[in-house]
Each structure stands twice: as C-alpha cells, then as structure tokens.
C-alpha cells in the first residue's frame, strides 16, 4: 500500500504560479511511475506530468512549456511547479502513482483556481 498526501492548491490570478507537493509514504520502494492528473468539473480526468516506468517524463500538450514534474527521493515526494496559469487550468490535482504490481494509487486531491 502506497499513501499520498497532496498539498499547495489554491486560488491564483491568471499569469500567476503556484507548485504542488505530494508526500508519500508506506510501500515506496514498489513505485515504478508517478504523476499528476486533473479533472476539471464535468469532465474526466486527464494526464497532466508524469515519470514513467522507464525514467523519462511525458507532458500533457496543455502542460509542455509551462509545467514542470520533479521528484526529491530523499523526501519521497513529486512536486508540479505550474506556470503562467490559465482559467482552464481550474481543476482538482491529483498525485498519482503505480508500483510493480501495476497497482494505482490516487492522492485525495488539491484544488487550483485561476481566476481571469
């Protein structure tokens, strides 16, 4: 079992920055990929960053110039730092992560708001 706990949401001006945190804890040494997801209201949830299994990052078109996924294992946590932010950035961000087993866990969410 994998915990996630997510931190850093909150509500910012379009144009403005925001990074998020997500702790982990329990069974880390089993992760092999791990990232963040959003679903904004009425729609489903979407990839935003992630590291994959292989070592590499993949980006959400939406993300790429903007985004940037990192990681601090001496911490056991991902970071998302967020830039020049959008209105249609407004969602719930969710740590994401999957072990060897190719068992998922979600964090249980921090919301962002860009205002316009």
């Known amino acids: 079992q994998v915990q996630l706990v997510e931190s850093g949401g909150g509500l910012v001006q379009a144009g403005g920055s925001l990074r998020l945190s997500c702790a982990a804890s329990g069974n880390i040494f089993s992760i092999n990929a791990m990232g963040w997801y959003r679903q904004a209201p009425g729609k489903q949830r979407e990839l935003v960053a992630m590291?994959?299994?292989?070592?590499?990052?993949d980006y959400a078109d939406s993300a790429k110039g903007r985004f940037t996924i990192s990681r601090d294992n001496a911490k056991n946590s991902l970071y998302l730092q967020m830039n020049s932010l959008k209105p249609e950035d407004t969602a719930v961000y969710y740590c994401y992560v999957r072990d060897i087993s190719n068992r998922g866990y979600w964090g249980q969410g921090t919301q962002v708001t860009v205002s316009s």
């Open positions: 590291f994959t299994s292989g070592g590499s990052t």
